[in-house]
């Protein structure tokens, strides 16, 4: 079974950056979809970004020009740098991979953003 890990969460300022990682734990199927979503406190987890093993990007409204989301076939490794954070970005971030016939997600990364 394929596990996802999740690094790079944290507190910071609003106006501020931050990247998060997350990296699957053994080599996965080279078709598949991975991303970010996110739930804060009393919310849905909602969609942040995701991205297809052939670099097809799509974002939430809310993140578009400010996050970015790439990822490292290679090292089975996506990424999402935030710029321009916004304290509405609080939330705890998951990630996400899909694969024809799993869906997996992470344990989850807590980003706060202080006003």
């Known amino acids: 079974q394929v596990q996802l890990v999740e690094s790079g969460g944290g507190l910071v300022q609003a106006g501020g950056s931050l990247r998060l990682s997350c990296a699957a734990s053994?080599?996965?199927?080279?078709?598949?979809?991975m991303g970010w979503y996110r739930q804060a406190p009393g919310k849905q987890r909602d969609l942040v970004a995701t991205?297809?093993?052939?670099?097809?990007?799509n974002y939430a409204d809310s993140v578009k020009g400010r996050f970015t989301i790439s990822r490292d076939n290679a090292k089975n490794t996506v990424y999402l740098q935030m710029n321009s954070l916004k304290p509405e970005d609080t939330a705890v971030y998951y990630c996400?991979?899909?694969?024809?016939?799993?869906?997996?997600w992470g344990q989850g990364t807590l980003v706060t953003v202080s006003s």
């Open positions: 996400n991979l899909v694969l024809p016939r799993l869906e997996v």
């Open positions: 991205i297809t093993s052939r670099g097809n990007t």
């Open positions: 053994r080599r996965i199927f080279s078709i598949n979809t």
